[in-house]
């Protein structure tokens, strides 16, 4: 490999809906402005590590209650319950205007970049509830990844070690509060890609620092440790 290329993206950047489809969820106001309908805080972070890293960002602003754009489309959970009766033309039609774009996209940066023998990691940010079930989390910030490949695990633990050394009283965990082998647009990408040339890590910021406006704090934090993987 010749070098090393950033990716960032944000499968939940927004709770947007097409004005054809606003009728669908006249019910499903709460939903749509809760953590189900979008990843509170993530799409603001993903851009910033864009500006600071140099590194390109795919944001997609459409509420993942339409069609879930981290989910495989064999997945039980691609349609939500707002969608999921819809006749198969029409769901074939969102597939056709907001899945595949955002994931062809990506998929072809990446696909451009390993043609030209660079190595892409690729960091996918989101946001998760502090409180699930009743019960709250105690992960301040989780670093998903596959074990399994070398390289991955590699930046998942270089990443958590710069983490705790910048901010020590945070709780930084591997594969918490889902694990990265989890469903998942990264999971497809490794797939795609062999695993000396990409690497895919999802980062999960608890929404609790959003909410009590600490994100300056948090983008930070990132920002000065995703610095060492550009080079």
Same mark, same amino acid.
């Given at each position: 490999? =010749? *070098?090393?290329?950033?990716?960032i993206?944000?499968?939940h950047?927004?709770?947007?809906l097409?004005e054809?489809y606003?009728?669908?969820f006249?019910?499903g106001? &709460?939903?749509? &402005? =809760?953590?189900? *309908?979008?990843d509170?805080?993530? #799409?603001?972070? +993903?851009?910033y590590?864009?500006? @600071?890293?140099? #590194?390109p960002?795919?944001?997609?602003p459409?509420? %993942? /209650?339409? !069609?879930?754009?981290? %989910?495989s489309?064999?997945?039980?959970?691609?349609?939500?319950?707002?969608?999921?009766?819809?006749e198969?033309?029409?769901k074939q039609?969102? /597939?056709n205007k907001?899945?595949?774009?955002y994931r062809?996209?990506?998929?072809?940066?990446?696909?451009r &970049?390993?043609e030209?023998?660079k190595e !892409? +990691?690729?960091?996918?940010?989101? =946001?998760?509830?502090p409180?699930?079930?009743?019960k709250?989390r105690?992960t301040d910030i989780g670093?998903l990844?596959?074990p399994k490949r070398?390289?991955?695990?590699?930046? +998942?633990?270089?990443l958590t070690?710069k983490?705790?050394g910048?901010a020590p009283? /945070?709780t930084?965990?591997?594969?918490?509060?889902?694990?990265?082998?989890?469903? *998942?647009f990264?999971?497809? /990408?490794?797939?795609?890609?062999?695993?000396k040339?990409y690497? *895919?890590i @999802?980062?999960? !910021?608890?929404?609790?620092?959003f909410?009590n406006?600490?994100?300056?704090?948090?983008?930070?934090?990132l920002? &000065?440790?995703?610095?060492?993987? !550009?080079?």
């Amino acid at each position: 490999m =010749s *070098g090393r290329s950033i990716l960032i993206t944000c499968e939940h950047a927004g709770n947007e809906l097409p004005e054809n489809y606003k009728y669908l969820f006249k019910r499903g106001k &709460e939903a749509l &402005e =809760s953590h189900r *309908g979008w990843d509170p805080g993530a #799409a603001i972070l +993903a851009s910033y590590l864009g500006i @600071e890293l140099a #590194a390109p960002v795919f944001l997609h602003p459409t509420s %993942r /209650l339409l !069609v879930e754009v981290n %989910r495989s489309l064999n997945h039980p959970h691609l349609f939500s319950e707002f969608t999921i009766d819809l006749e198969p033309s029409v769901k074939q039609f969102l /597939l056709n205007k907001y899945y595949r774009p955002y994931r062809n996209a990506v998929t072809d940066w990446i696909k451009r &970049e390993t043609e030209d023998k660079k190595e !892409v +990691a690729h960091f996918s940010i989101h =946001s998760f509830t502090p409180v699930w079930e009743g019960k709250k989390r105690p992960t301040d910030i989780g670093i998903l990844f596959d074990p399994k490949r070398r390289l991955e695990n590699k930046i +998942a633990l270089e990443l958590t070690e710069k983490l705790r050394g910048l901010a020590p009283l /945070l709780t930084i965990d591997l594969n918490e509060p889902y694990k990265g082998t989890d469903d *998942g647009f990264t999971t497809t /990408l490794r797939k795609k890609f062999g695993v000396k040339s990409y690497s *895919g890590i @999802e980062i999960e !910021v608890n929404q609790k620092f959003f909410f009590n406006k600490e994100l300056d704090s948090i983008k930070y934090l990132l920002s &000065e440790s995703l610095a060492g993987f !550009v080079f």
